[in-house]
């Protein structure tokens, strides 16, 4: 007979154990085993089948990655600092200053780089993980400090974000923008690979206390090594050192994002095709920024598709009055009186066009982006239209100027027609109007009618025809195959009433906007014909309620 095998030995047992063994095993903290784990990339997991020991709802991690973490160099660091902090503790308790200064000065200190490389053997796996990276440091660079989140720490993020944006500006690498609610979305694709972050918008950031900001700080600290690597193997390429002398302290970049670093990286980039077709689409223009714009993303878009910017305060290259500026990009309901002696070779917009031009490569006209005018749908540059089977309308738009047509006016699309509908109604016409056969006007709407009962009829008849073929291929399956063709048809239908939904919501907006002759909109014809229906049930109940209205009549005391 073999060797009883021991219990916890082999199986699940063996391989998963939950967390506070593990704790026990690495003779750490909570505390520092959430920081080892954050650092070395492991994260819990989640066995298959069965759970071991039958506790279900207790976080599990594989035994594999606890022993990596218990030969970590970081691991004895971290002990090391515990024995250093009873020392310090001790000293100061004893009330010995000098001692505790002392000691103080001879703190254990450790590197991350080491895991940097373990986690990303080649330079594409570190590129294709600085999504998280790049969206954290932008926030840390936007918070204000507290107990948590030092002064240091968010002068650090200042200046990755600093760095950042100017290698993307200069290398034109910057592909899409999007303004939402979170914030802006920017995507920059490097060595073919898209990287996609968010920037905060420049407002007073909220701080909610049920976030462990902790944690975040830990993300932070791995973070800050992994941009350091990447930022100095990319200005590397550039032929630049990293870091530069201007923004080692982080002082001179505050509140900018290329201001200091374009002007250094200017002449030294290395350029594939599409990066030079960017750089040329603002080629000889000049924007001037007004104060209340957000300066650090338009200026990071401006400045990578081949535009000189200037902003309205200290450190600006360009003046105000200067008379290069093509472009004055405000955000205000209109433009003040201070503006009428600046020159009048310039054009004001709203910021909303940079972003629409860059996502389109194409300069748009600015009659739409006027000081003040409201502004056209901000399309989403990731939406597939072709995949979601809907265009907007301002894309149509677009892509005719792009091919070089005429914009038209937007055609009046037809709403579903009711077949039995229109011809009751065409009944009624007919019947009110035997004697007035000659008049043109009725022949024209009847024609009209006509035309629309026609489409309609043969719409009806080509979607009954299809409906019969499906049917007869789906009598001639079997049984998995007419369950697969099933499953793929109610995704067709459910795609189509997403489409026809935005349709209907296309068709509802272009008729809010529309008015009658008295120059009433839609929602005010609206509520005018409610009101009319309501006092018309009211008259018809006023009889019966003698002298009372619909509404309840409040109790006399």
């Known amino acids: 007979m073999g060797k009883k095998q021991k219990s916890e030995h082999a199986g699940l047992e063996a391989t998963f154990i939950g967390r506070s063994k593990c704790i026990k095993m690495l003779q750490v903290t909570i505390k520092d085993f959430r920081r080892l784990c954050i650092l070395k990339g492991i994260y819990p997991?989640?066995?298959?089948?069965?759970?071991?020991?039958?506790?279900?709802?207790?976080?599990?991690y594989h035994i594999k990655d606890i022993r990596a973490i218990a030969h970590e160099p970081v691991l004895e660091k971290f002990r090391e600092f515990r024995s250093f902090m009873k020392k310090i503790r001790r000293a100061a308790g004893r009330n010995e200053k000098d001692e505790a200064h002392r000691k103080n000065a001879v703190c254990p200190s450790y590197t991350l780089h080491h895991l940097v490389r373990e986690r990303y053997p080649r330079f594409v796996d570190a590129i294709s993980d600085l999504d998280d990276a790049l969206t954290l440091t932008y926030l840390f660079a936007a918070l204000p400090s507290n107990t948590a989140i030092k002064a240091k720490m968010g002068a650090k993020a200042k200046t990755l974000a600093a760095a950042w944006g100017a290698y993307c500006s200069t290398a034109g690498c910057i592909t899409k923008s999007f303004i939402s609610v979170k914030g802006v979305y920017l995507e920059a694709t490097i060595r073919d690979v898209p990287i996609r972050w968010v920037v905060p918008h420049s407002f007073t950031q909220f701080m909610p206390e049920d976030v462990?900001?902790?944690?975040?700080?830990?993300?932070?600290?791995?973070?800050?090594?992994?941009?350091?690597?990447?930022?100095?193997?990319?200005?590397?390429?550039?032929?630049?050192?990293?870091?530069?002398?201007?923004?080692?302290?982080?002082?001179?970049?505050?509140?900018?994002?290329?201001?200091?670093?374009?002007?250094?990286?200017?002449?030294?980039?290395?350029?594939?095709?599409?990066?030079?077709?960017?750089?040329?689409?603002?080629?000889?223009?000049?924007?001037?920024?007004?104060?209340?714009?957000?300066?650090?993303?338009?200026?990071?878009?401006?400045?990578?598709?081949?535009?000189?910017v200037g902003w309205e305060g200290a450190n600006s290259p360009i003046s105000a009055k200067d008379?290069?500026?093509?472009?004055?990009?405000?955000?205000?309901?209109?433009?003040?009186?201070?503006?009428?002696?600046?020159?009048?070779?310039?054009?004001?917009?709203?910021?909303?066009?940079?972003?629409?031009?860059?996502?389109?490569?194409?300069?748009?006209?600015?009659?739409?982006?006027?000081?003040?005018?409201?502004?056209?749908?901000?399309?989403?540059?990731?939406?597939?239209?072709?995949?979601?089977g809907y265009t907007p309308s301002y894309a149509i738009e677009i892509n005719k100027l792009k091919n070089g047509e005429e914009p038209t006016e937007e055609v009046e699309e037809e709403e579903p027609v009711d077949v039995n509908a229109i011809e009751a109604e065409m009944q009624k016409g007919v019947e009110?109007?035997?004697?007035?056969?000659?008049?043109?006007?009725?022949?024209?709407?009847?024609?009209?009618?006509?035309?629309?009962?026609?489409?309609?009829?043969?719409?009806?008849?080509?979607?009954?025809?299809?409906?019969?073929?499906?049917?007869?291929?789906?009598s001639m399956m079997g049984r998995k195959a007419a369950h697969l063709y099933g499953r793929m048809q109610h995704g067709i239908d459910k795609k189509q009433a997403k489409v026809d939904g935005?349709?209907?919501?296309?068709?509802?907006?272009?008729?809010?906007?529309?008015?009658?002759?008295?120059?009433?909109?839609?929602?005010?014809?609206?509520?005018?014909?409610?009101?009319?229906?309501?006092?018309?049930?009211?008259?018809?109940?006023?009889?019966?309620?003698?002298?009372?209205?619909?509404?309840?009549?409040?109790?006399?005391?």
Request: proline share 5%; glycine share 6%; aromatic share 8%.
């Open 502 to 557: 935005l349709e209907s919501r296309r068709r509802e907006a272009k008729h809010t906007k529309e008015k009658d002759e008295s120059g009433k909109s839609f929602g005010k014809q609206k509520v005018e014909r409610l009101k009319k229906e309501r006092r018309r049930v009211e008259d018809e109940y006023k009889p019966a309620l003698i002298g009372g209205t619909m509404k309840k009549s409040k109790m006399k005391r």
């Open 45 to 60: 997991r989640e066995p298959r089948g069965r759970v071991p020991g039958k506790k279900k709802g207790q976080t599990f």
């Open 323 to 388: 008379p290069s500026i093509t472009h004055h990009i405000v955000d205000r309901p209109k433009l003040l009186s201070s503006y009428d002696s600046l020159p009048k070779s310039r054009e004001f917009i709203q910021p909303q066009w940079i972003l629409d031009c860059t996502n389109f490569m194409f300069l748009l006209p600015i009659i739409k982006y006027g000081v003040g005018k409201p502004l056209p749908p901000h399309l989403s540059p990731w939406v597939d239209n072709e995949e979601e």
């Open 212 to 308: 462990d900001y902790k944690v975040m700080a830990t993300f932070f600290e791995f973070y800050e090594t992994l941009m350091n690597f990447v930022l100095f193997k990319l200005y590397s390429d550039l032929g630049v050192r990293y870091p530069l002398p201007e923004i080692e302290g982080g002082e001179e970049v505050k509140g900018s994002t290329t201001s200091i670093l374009g002007a250094n990286l200017s002449g030294l980039t290395k350029l594939d095709d599409e990066a030079v077709k960017r750089r040329r689409l603002f080629a000889g223009l000049t924007f001037y920024l007004s104060r209340e714009v957000p300066r650090g993303y338009l200026e990071l878009l401006s400045l990578a598709y081949g535009a000189n």
């Open 432 to 474: 009110e109007s035997e004697d007035d056969d000659d008049d043109d006007e009725d022949d024209d709407t009847d024609d009209k009618d006509k035309k629309k009962i026609k489409k309609a009829r043969a719409a009806k008849i080509r979607e009954r025809d299809e409906k019969e073929a499906h049917e007869l291929a789906k």
